[in-house]
């Protein structure tokens, strides 16, 4: 009697156990982008863990640039450059055409292919929905700060080097729109109309599940006038900055 028991019990656990992995595979494969075990690709909307796949990219620049290559992102792989602290391998030069429909100004964008990679997904899956939605027009160009630069956090003389010592982060300052207008961070953020500044924030918040590293005018007064973005590679299941 009591092995029959056990029996069952073992036979409903296991039933549960069956039915858990079919629940389980079922639901990755219609959200592969939701699972940390499915091959990353950009094309796909983003899911709870596209962010964590692109930064962990700066283990393998081979397979970054292959991504954005079937993504259709048109880019060209830069040598290294750079000494010390300074130096980075997988730099890449985003050029406009192909998937990624806005232009940046100043026109030449290198960054590491991590940041490449973030940068289209955000482009074409979170600025223009957000800003045909918020602004009913489309974002024709991105104004940044730059990415490249060899120095510590603020600029400091001490302390941890900056993302930027390996053209591993951008500075986004703001977006021109197809009808002509021209959204900043530094004025809009606060001074903005209430769509801009919906905008803004959608861009921002969409940033988030895309980079390492997100801090913008809400995180402190050094970062009054960009969005700061970067792929820290802080392991797996290392924290994420969203400020
Ligand atoms: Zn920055």
Known sequence: MRTARRLARALIIAIVLIALICWYLVWTHDHPADSPFTELD????????????????????????????????????????????????????????????????????????????GLAVWEQQIVQPAAEHLLGARVTGIDHFGSYSCRRMYGRSTGDWSEHARANAIDVAGFRLSDGRRITVARDWNGGTLKQQQFLRAVRDGACKLFATVLSPDYNAAHHDHLHLDQAMRGEFGWRACR
């Open 42 to 117: 950009l094309t796909r909307p983003i899911g709870l863990f596209t962010g964590r796949k692109i930064a962990a990219l700066g283990d393998d620049t081979p397979k970054c640039e292959t991504l954005l290559f079937r993504a259709g992102v048109r880019y060209r792989a830069l040598p290294a450059a750079g000494t010390g602290q300074c130096a980075y391998d997988d730099a890449v030069r985003l050029t406009k055409g192909g998937a990624l429909t806005a232009g940046f100004r100043p026109e030449r964008v290198d960054v590491s292919c991590p940041v490449a990679a």
